[in-house]
């Protein structure tokens, strides 16, 4: 019943949710030596399910038959199944302590990702709002 | 994925970078400090910052090398921790004072290594990662709200 894109747009909340906690994080160690700064990566993720096409390893089977064994044939996975990761960042500087942080950096993508969850939230209610529209029939 | 986790990351940057003002403070407060409980003038004193591992970090240890947790929020770390606060072991700096009662027969005192510069920019970078955290926590704040907003 709910609309496909609400399942999309939850990993996307859940993406955006868990990439503050790593930049929080990367700001809250900005004065540790040594430390590596993390990034979540999701998007690159998320266009290659929308695309249909998941990165493959390696020799994949030719299926003639639909009985036969699946030898890393792409398989679909659904957009809504997409999780995001945490990878060390490729940040650039490097300061005399080994740290890696680039507090300036840190609080541009803070403030980008505040307002991009803040517009994933609009489009999760907009589809609820669409859904309501039409079970009252469009009378309210 | 536990709700507040991103604030107690930012809070505990909080704790740390006050603790940090509070030592800098110390340590010019004492600038001129000749006599100590333990003997000879004062030491300067610096915090040693750690972060705070993942719990699937810890998990991971206290297992032995096990699978981490599924969740990949359980992968981010949880922010900042002091590890202890450790004693500068530079020399003193000598000061040619024959008036002064702790001054040697040379008529040299051991002043306290404190250096008024460092201390001073070493409180603004703690200053500055301070508000930063804040920041960063009232972005959460903002986030959460906005989420309480569906279904509404």
Redesign the interface.
Known sequence: MFPKVVGTLEQSLKASSLRHQVLANNIANVNVPGFQASEVTFEEHLQEALKGEVPQTGLAGLRTDARHIPINTPTQLPPAAVEPQIRQAVTGTMRQDGNTVDVEAEQAKLAANQLWYQALVRSIQDEFTRLRTAITEGRR | ?RWF??LE??A??LT??RL?MDVIANNIANAGTTRTPEGGPYRRQMVV???RPSFADTMKQSMGGGQPPAD??D??????RVLQITQDNRPFKLKYDPSHPDADELGYVQMPNVDAVTEMVDLI??S??YE??V??MG??K??VT??L????
């Open positions: 994925m986790s991103a990351t930012s505990s940057a740390a970078e940090r910052l750690g972060s990949v929020s992968q981010a770390g949880r922010g900042v970078s703690a500055r990662a930063a955290n920041t960063a972005a959460f903002s986030m906005a989420a907003q569906i279904g509404r």
